[in-house]
């Protein structure tokens, strides 16, 4: 059973930066991506950015592309999304997402709050 703890949210003013974490424990073999997605309030649950876990390579929605990044530390099986230039429209509930080859796996969230 693989569980993902995700820290770091929190309250910013427009401009500045946050950093997420994503923590997986469990039996996290065989993982093929992990990410981040969003969802605002009354919104749906957004795509913000995935890296493979092999290879590195990443991938990033239009609206965040330049200012997140994500980045990985395989020996530690945490995902991180570094985030600069935040803005209102950001806020948002942020959840860590692993998909590996017994499925998809969400973390609980972390609330994320930029204020103009």
């Known amino acids: 059973q693989v569980q993902l703890v995700e820290s770091g949210g929190g309250s910013v003013q427009a401009g500045g930066s946050l950093r997420l974490s994503c923590a997986a424990s469990?039996?996290?073999?065989?993982?093929?991506?992990m990410g981040w997605f969003r969802q605002a309030p009354g919104q749906e649950r957004e795509f913000v950015a995935t890296?493979?876990?092999?290879?590195?390579?990443?991938n990033y929605a239009t609206s965040v592309k330049g200012r997140f990044t994500i980045s990985r530390d395989n020996a530690k099986i945490t995902v991180y999304l570094q985030m600069n230039s935040l803005k209102p429209e950001d806020t948002a509930v942020y959840y860590c997402?692993?998909?590996?080859?017994?499925?998809?796996?969400w973390g609980q969230g972390t609330q994320v709050t930029v204020s103009s």
């Open positions: 890296i493979n876990w092999n290879t590195g390579r990443t």
């Open positions: 997402n692993l998909y590996y080859t017994q499925g998809v796996v």
């Open positions: 469990g039996r996290t073999f065989s993982t093929y991506t």
